[in-house]
């Protein structure tokens, strides 16, 4: 088994301590970040899909997640920005209701890169707390609302009209698995992004 392919099954079944230690003897072994990143976010797919056939319950998602955000926690600074002139503030969060943060924190790690100043909210934020993260911090340029539940996207709509009203001058983005493109435009976003490596591009095309 390759240390990639170990990297994946230690994620699947959540071996938080493990999985560091691989994901560095997988860069050791000269794979990219970027290759090591996708076995991971393949490993969360195989995991949601044992959920949906009821062969894991919430708690092992739970501990692969865990396991995951170590592996990330290893990755990150070999995904930082070259520290050059910030493009502005972005403020980013999960929309009220919704934990899920894999997916925020990995947006938040490619936006950071692209150069923009991140104040992360965390998970589960009501509409207005994003605005008045707006109005506390300088220079916000952006804000980036993930949502990973059906049941959430609701939340995601208030987020997005709750900015807009509050802050005209500020882009909201939005993303996350069930957030589609027409979505995004029905529910008034200034932009969408499939996956982080796009939402990075989106932001700094959206203050471009
Ligand atoms: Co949950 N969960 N979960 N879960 N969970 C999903 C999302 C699910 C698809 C699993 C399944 O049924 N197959 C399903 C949602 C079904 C639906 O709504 N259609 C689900 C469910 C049902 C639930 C609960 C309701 C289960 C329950 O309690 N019965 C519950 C809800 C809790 C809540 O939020 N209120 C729940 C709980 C959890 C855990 C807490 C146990 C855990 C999350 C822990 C954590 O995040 N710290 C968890 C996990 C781990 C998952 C899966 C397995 C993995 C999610 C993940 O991290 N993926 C997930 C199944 C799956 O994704 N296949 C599942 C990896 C991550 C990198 O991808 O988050 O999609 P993702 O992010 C991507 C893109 O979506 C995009 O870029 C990211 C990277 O490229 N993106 C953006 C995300 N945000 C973006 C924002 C942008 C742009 C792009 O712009 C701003």
Do not use: R, W
């Not at 100043?117 to 916000?140: E, H, I, Q």
């Not at 802050?167 to 493109?181: E, F, L, M, Y």
């Amino acid at each position: 088994m390759s240390k990639i392919e170990e990297v994946k099954a230690k994620v699947e079944a959540g071996k938080s301590k493990l999985v560091p230690g691989l994901v560095q003897e997988a860069l050791d072994e000269g794979s990219a970040p970027g290759e090591i990143l996708q076995a991971m976010v393949d490993s969360m797919g195989v995991v949601g899909d044992k959920f949906s056939s009821g062969e894991i319950f919430v708690p092992e998602m739970l501990i692969a997640a865990k396991a995951m955000s170590k592996g990330v926690e290893v990755l990150k600074p070999l995904m930082a920005g070259d520290g050059s002139a910030s493009l502005g503030t972005c403020v980013i969060g999960t929309v009220a209701g919704d934990l899920h943060d894999i997916g925020k924190n990995l947006v938040s790690m490619m936006i950071e890169s692209a150069g923009f100043d991140m104040v992360d909210l965390g998970v589960d934020v009501p509409a207005d707390t994003f605005v008045s993260a707006v109005k506390d911090n300088d220079n916000v340029k952006i804000v980036a609302c993930s949502g990973l539940l059906t049941t959430t996207m609701p939340a995601l709509k208030e987020a997005v009209a709750t900015v807009k009203a509050a802050c005209p001058d500020v882009k909201v983005i939005v993303g996350g698995a069930p957030v589609t493109p027409e979505y995004a435009a029905e529910v008034g976003a200034d932009g969408y992004a499939p996956d982080a490596g796009s939402a990075a591009v989106k932001a700094k095309e959206l203050v471009s």
